[in-house]
């Protein structure tokens, strides 16, 4: 069941998804897919939903409604993604540190190339082409959803290690 959905939503993500590294588990492919679905809502302009995939935090850094933030994207596609959950960086820094995220009951730290078209409507740091995040999805309480708390950009070297 869970493959027919999956390629019900590959079929229809006009190109959202290519490529999920680490997939034997499972759990981790249902984790991501609020990722995904976040992108499919901002290409399909549904704004108010991609927004509400958002962790508190990261909600409360848009405007209250304003949705140029999102408009700003054209396009995003998901190129890769590879779980940095509980892996140690290349100077000792660890990825994920459980104090930073001492409110959250349960996350994931992945480390994504994302394709982006930008429509250059506000100053963005995002720019068009492949751009590199830290995305972590985390469960903020027991019973929520999975949800998008961070998505920061980080350097090309951090996807390889």
């Known amino acids: 069941m869970y493959l027919l959905l999956m390629a019900l ?7 959202a998804v290519n490529e999920i590294d680490n997939t034997a588990n499972i ?28 962790g508190a935090d990261l ?3 848009y405007s209250g409604g304003d949705d140029k933030a999102f408009a700003n994207i054209e396009h995003m596609e998901i190129k890769k993604l590879v779980d940095k959950t509980g892996q140690q960086g290349e100077r000792g820094q660890w ?19 994302i394709e ?8 963005s740091y995002l720019k068009d082409g492949i751009n590199y995040h830290k995305v972590v999805i985390a469960k903020e309480k027991a019973d929520s959803d999975w949800k998008i708390c961070e998505m920061s950009l980080v350097s090309s070297r951090f996807i390889q290690e």
């Open 95 to 113: 990825i994920g540190n459980p104090r930073v995220f001492d409110s959250m009951e349960e996350y994931y730290v992945f480390y994504a190339e």
């Open 27 to 54: 759990k981790t492919n249902e984790i991501t897919q609020v990722l995904y679905e976040y992108a499919e809502d901002v290409n399909m302009k549904n704004y108010s939903q991609a927004y509400e995939k958002l």
């Open 116 to 123: 982006y078209k930008i429509n250059n409507l506000i100053t």
């Open 9 to 15: 939503f590959v079929g229809c993500s006009s190109g």
């Open 59 to 61: 909600k409360n850094s």
